[in-house]
């Protein structure tokens, strides 16, 4: 009987089974990686599996997270309709009805409270279309001068840096090809084995060939256990220590006197200024044996060829755009940039960290990187939107900003998509009554996020299986990702939401686009002849050539491989460098009585960010179901803490609960958190909201804290 039954059985799946093969994209990390979406039907049951596709960055290798992303976006508890919170209750409605709530609010806000008491917050993983349009639906739709977006909490420190340094900020000067043959390489404060892991190759090839790796982070990593040498820095010293390798490489005549005389300016006063520091002192204050920081400067000097990279851990700092200078600063005066093997390279953090950075998402930018307080640039994006100059808004402010401006009632109407700031920005109780105190909060998401529970209208948006649109990855690199899967319920694209909302404010004259494709050609308008040059390229030539290097400023040029090989991107075509002090100007937090320890945060490979779609997916939430603290024994022995026990961690703005991991791997004086988790275990409760005063950036890598066994009240 059983033996006839799956005999019929066989039968009858070879009949009705069924497969699609869609194409799509990554919708994580900034390598964006091509991807295949497999569904075969099984009977009555559609199964998914998700494979890598050939393409020129990851070569067809996907990571535990592409190869589950498929889970977020077909889960249960995606939005399927708009939802307008009603007694404290989120009940369905049309999407009429939605517009109209809009409609009402927005222009009630702005006759109360002026057309700047909206605000607008993007983000970084929507495409280059969507952050395009957003900018463009911030001045021209809603006349506010209100915009900015969660990648000021991401990449501002090292796009001000190289604009400042280079002249332009493109994340990696070289390709990544390039990686395999370097000498030296120095991986500041990035954990690229768990956060970007398909690049992982390139460096173990290095390795292979003979390079010579340094690491600086607080924590042993998976990315520090492939280097040959590991600078354990104490949280906040990075500029420090880039002074000391300065010291050392001007002392030692590693400069490259040719090149700096030639290529730079302000060599004399940074040489000036290191040699009257003392390495002993850098030591102490960093936390790394001075002979260590002599083995580095040594490695890199002597190197024929060297790159650096840093990520966020040098990054998110109240001094993190003067750090990266500082790192700039040894690429220069050693020579090792605009050539092969040579290069910097700022590891660019969300899906879309370059293009959205790119496109007038930012409260200061237009498309094309061009400035908002730049006339001529003015003019150029006020012609091809096809209004006066003089109605463009100017210059608004940075995203934490914004938050304090709801705080102080200034902002009063918030329109956010695709982000989550009660849980990635610093000092979160502050920024969660901040946002209940807004008169309107709309979230366009894909589900009903941490932020999103505090709207009054959510509307829901199309995942990137769903969405098609263009992204830029971290090489500068733009790929078209390809979305045929059908949208899910009532689901709709960003760009419709916002093109949409628009026209019922009266203003859809300048939204009147029928694809993403549309939406891109007016895009490589207004970015043409600016930094950030696309004009070059179209969705016929990407879906040829598989992506395209900008700048890209005309039909026929192939793209933009290695920067600054003629010369830097400033008028007078040099570098301009940067003298940086190791006392900071923001003073940053220090261990005292009352908190005694480094608070550092960051990632762990299974989730990403806040957390909202890799903890939908069961095959990532298995591996880490909740956060963690990561503390040395020794640390945990004074304070009495066991492994794998509850532990309340303090700040002087709040306090959470999370398990205690002990390991060897980070300094005594640091602890780890991450912050993919929200509520009771969000780590923002935490985190100072100083902000460095040049990018803006929060300093999410260092806060003091206390810590204490957890003792449950009865
Ligand atoms: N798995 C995973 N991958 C991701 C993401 C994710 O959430 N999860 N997010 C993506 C995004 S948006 C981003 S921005 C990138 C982030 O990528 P990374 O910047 O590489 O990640 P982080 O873990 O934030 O920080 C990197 C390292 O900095 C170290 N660090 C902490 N404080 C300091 C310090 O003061 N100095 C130095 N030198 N190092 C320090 C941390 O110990 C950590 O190992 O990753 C992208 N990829
Ligand atoms: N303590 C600490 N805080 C940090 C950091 C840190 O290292 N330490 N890192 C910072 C960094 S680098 C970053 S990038 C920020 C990120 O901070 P956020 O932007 O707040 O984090 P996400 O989790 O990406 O939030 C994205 C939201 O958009 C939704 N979403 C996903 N795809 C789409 C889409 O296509 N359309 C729409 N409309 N919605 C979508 C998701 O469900 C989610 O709710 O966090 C920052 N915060
Ligand atoms: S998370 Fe990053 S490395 Fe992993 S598959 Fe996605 S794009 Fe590739
Ligand atoms: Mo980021």
């Not at 309709?81 to 209750?89: A, F, I, Q, S, W």
């Not at 830097?568 to 009352?594: I, Q, R, T």
């Not at 608070?599 to 069961?618: A, C, E, F, I, N």
Request: charged share 25%; aromatic share 8%.
């Amino acid at each position: 009987m059983t033996e006839m039954f799956l005999k019929y059985f066989r039968e009858k799946q070879q009949q009705v089974q069924s497969e699609k093969v869609y194409d799509t994209q990554c919708p994580y990390c900034s390598v964006q990686c091509k991807m295949r979406l497999i569904e075969q039907t099984i009977v009555t049951r559609k199964k998914y599996v998700t494979v890598g596709k050939e393409n020129p960055t990851s070569h067809g290798r996907i990571c535990i997270k592409g190869m589950n992303a498929h889970q977020h976006a077909l889960h249960k508890e995606r939005i399927l309709y708009p939802l307008l919170k009603v007694d404290g209750e989120f009940t369905r409605i049309s999407w009429e009805e939605a517009y109209q709530h809009i409609k009402e609010n927005f222009t009630k806000i702005q006759v109360e409270d002026g057309n700047d008491a909206l605000g607008v917050y993007g983000s970084a993983s929507i495409t280059n279309e969507e952050a395009y349009l957003l900018g463009k639906f911030a001045r021209v739709a809603l006349k506010t001068k209100h915009i900015d977006y969660n990648g000021r909490l991401c990449m501002s420190a090292a796009a001000s840096a190289a604009s400042q340094t280079f002249g332009m900020d493109r994340g990696l000067t070289n390709s990544l090809q390039e990686i395999p043959f370097v000498e030296c390489i120095i991986l500041a404060g990035t954990n690229i084995a768990e956060c970007q892991p398909t690049l992982m190759p390139y460096f173990e090839k290095a390795k292979d060939n003979g390079a010579f790796i340094i690491a600086v982070d607080p924590r042993e990593t998976a990315t520090t256990k492939m280097a040959d040498l590991h600078l354990k820095i104490r949280p906040g010293k990075d500029a420090a220590l880039a002074n000391g390798l300065l010291k050392v490489i001007v002392e030692k005549n590693y400069q490259d006197e040719s090149f700096i005389k030639e290529k730079a300016t302000g060599f004399e006063e940074v040489r000036e200024y290191v040699s009257s520091l003392s390495l002993h002192e850098i030591a102490e204050l960093t936390g790394v044996p001075a002979e260590q920081i002599e083995r580095a400067a040594d490695a890199f000097g002597k190197a024929e060829t060297g790159m650096i990279f840093t990520a966020r851990g040098v990054e998110q700092q109240t001094d993190g755009s003067l750090a990266v200078r500082n790192f700039l600063n040894i690429l220069i005066v050693t020579g090792k940039i605009g050539k092969p093997y040579c290069g910097y390279g700022a590891i660019t953090g969300q899906g879309n960290g370059q293009g959205a950075r790119e496109h007038g998402q930012k409260a200061d930018q237009l498309p094309g990187y061009r400035s908002i307080v730049n006339e001529e640039h003015r003019a150029h994006i006020a012609k091809v939107w096809g209004i006066d100059k003089a109605e463009l808004p100017r210059k608004g402010v940075s995203a934490f900003e914004m938050i304090e401006k709801m705080d102080k009632g200034e902002i009063t109407g918030l329109f956010l998509m695709c982000s989550n700031p009660i849980v990635s920005n610093p000092n979160a109780d502050f920024v969660k009554g901040a946002l209940k105190k807004l008169k309107f909060l709309v979230a366009v998401d894909l589900f009903v996020s941490e932020t999103a529970r505090l709207a009054d209208l959510i509307l829901p948006a199309t995942s990137y299986l769903e969405d098609e649109g263009t992204t830029t990855n971290l090489e500068g690199r733009v790929l078209l990702r390809e979305a045929g899967f059908p949208s899910i319920g009532e689901a709709k694209h960003d760009w419709k939401i916002i093109c949409d909302i628009a026209q019922v404010l009266g203003k859809g004259e300048y939204f009147s686009f029928s694809s993403a494709e549309e939406i891109f050609n007016e895009l490589r308008e207004a970015s043409r002849g600016g930094i950030a040059d696309y004009y070059g390229i179209t969705y016929e030539r990407l879906r040829k050539e598989g992506g395209i290097l900008w700048p890209c400023p005309s039909i026929d040029h192939k793209g933009t491989e290695r920067l600054f090989e003629q010369s830097f991107a400033h008028e007078d075509g040099k570098a301009l460098m940067a003298v940086v002090s190791n006392v900071p100007e923001v003073p940053k937090e220090e261990p005292n009585e009352n908190y005694p320890l480094y608070l550092t945060t960051g990632r762990v490979m299974s989730h990403y960010l806040t957390g909202v779609q890799t903890r939908k997916s069961p095959s990532l939430a298995a591996r880490n179901f909740e956060s963690f603290i990561e503390l040395h024994p020794d640390t945990a022995k004074k304070y009495g803490i066991k492994n794998q026990s509850l532990v309340k961690v303090e700040s002087k703005r709040g306090s959470i609960v999370v398990r205690s991991i002990l390991s060897e791997a980070i300094r005594q004086d640091t602890v780890f958190v991450p912050f993919h988790w929200g509520d009771s275990q969000n780590v923002n409760r935490l985190v100072s909201p100083k902000l460095d005063p040049l990018c803006k950036m929060p300093g999410f890598k260092v806060s003091t804290v206390n810590v204490s066994p957890f003792v449950e009240k009865m």
